[in-house]
């Protein structure tokens, strides 16, 4: 049964060893671990060297694994589909735990450092010289930034859907390998967009306040 699942149909089953490819050797060896039935996994960078088919057959049979796995990875589409909290290490010793997949963790961290980047420029306004008494209108928005604003708002939504779209197609494990690097790259610059967009749409709306 764990050779059918894990891509060996029956004809292969009577292969020696010695007549698999890498690939095929790497599959067999998550074979021989997992028919012992353990309750608890460790996994070292277990996407590494793993082709997408025998990819997708572990991430598939670890979302119904009814065990404790234990995965220490840098792909984070790999995180996203089987884990339900992080532990980070933060440096100094410092090893936070975080509820959630990976996408969350990043969504959590871009929040906290949007407040961190907004509250440093709250205080280097404070600390500028600026008139005791200032005219009302002066804190209003001009044509050109409610405009800037609006303008925000619609590519920032587009973003989102792009990025929705990028991370489903990712997660789906039916790209080619030139697919997902392009994909990643192009996953990548829209975080860094959105990153820049919400800060300018927040500067703006504290301005309009």
């Not at 907004?118 to 404070?126: D, G, P």
């Not at 500028?128 to 604003?149: F, G, H, Q």
């Not at 990643?184 to 975080?191: A, G, N, Q, V």
Request: with cysteine.
């Amino acid at each position: 049964q764990f050779l059918n699942y894990f891509l060996f149909p029956p004809p292969m089953q009577q292969q020696f060893a010695s007549k698999l490819s890498g690939g095929e050797l790497r599959r067999l060896y998550l074979v021989t671990i997992l028919m012992q039935n353990p309750n608890f996994l460790i996994l070292d960078e277990p996407t590494n060297n793993l082709d997408i088919m025998t990819l997708q057959v572990l991430e598939n049979y670890l979302g119904s694994f009814p065990g404790c796995v234990l995965a220490v990875s840098h792909d984070r589409f790999f995180l996203d589909k089987i884990s339900d909290h992080l532990f980070v290490f933060k440096g100094n010793g410092v090893i936070k735990d975080y509820p959630g997949n990976y996408s969350d963790y990043y969504d959590f961290r871009r929040e906290e450092e949007r407040k961190e980047k907004l509250a440093a420029r709250k205080t280097e306004v404070k600390k500028e010289d600026v008139p005791a008494i200032r005219n009302d209108y002066s804190a209003r928005l001009t044509y050109k930034e409610k405009r800037e604003k609006e303008m925000l708002e619609k590519e920032l939504s587009e973003l989102q859907a792009e990025k929705t779209e990028k991370e489903d197609a990712l997660n789906s494990g039916q790209l080619s390998t030139e697919a997902l690097t392009a994909y990643s790259k192009r996953l990548s610059e829209i975080y860094q967009l959105i990153d820049e967009k919400e800060m300018r749409w927040l500067e703006l709306s504290e301005k309009s306040e």
